[in-house]
């Protein structure tokens, strides 16, 4: 069992900067790719970023990239989303979530097994 609880979220103006963070109690963290997704109102959850269990691939959505950078510390069992430049677009409730390095890195979110409770991102214009 993996339980995942979100921290960083706020209010924002656009062009600003927030760093998301996700820490995990789990036994062994690096035996899960970790990704973030975010949902705005009425709209279906998205993909954001992903990492894998080692830290060393990582995939962005094309609407972030260069923007949002995912991180791990395995020793903290922690997953990081640093978003800088915001914008208005990125208005949504972001979730961590963790899959089993079993299978491949995935951008889809019916692929991860454990999900946190959400942290709202509000960017205003």
């Known amino acids: 069992q993996v339980q995942l609880v979100e921290s960083g979220g706020g209010l924002v103006q656009a062009g600003g900067s927030l760093r998301l963070s996700c820490a995990a109690s789990?036994?062994?963290?690096?035996?899960?790719?970790m990704g973030w997704f975010r949902q705005a109102p009425g709209k279906e959850r998205e993909f954001v970023a992903a990492?894998?269990?080692?830290?060393?691939?990582?995939d962005y959505a094309d609407s972030v990239k260069g923007r949002f950078t995912i991180s791990r510390d395995n020793a903290k069992k922690t997953v990081y989303l640093q978003m800088n430049n915001l914008k208005p677009e990125d208005t949504a409730v972001y979730y961590c979530a963790a899959d089993s390095v079993l299978t491949g890195l995935s951008t889809t979110a019916y692929q991860y097994d454990y999900w946190g409770q959400g942290t709202q991102v509000t960017v205003s214009s």
């Open positions: 789990v036994r062994t963290f690096r035996s899960y790719h």
């Open positions: 990492i894998s269990g080692s830290g060393g691939s990582t």
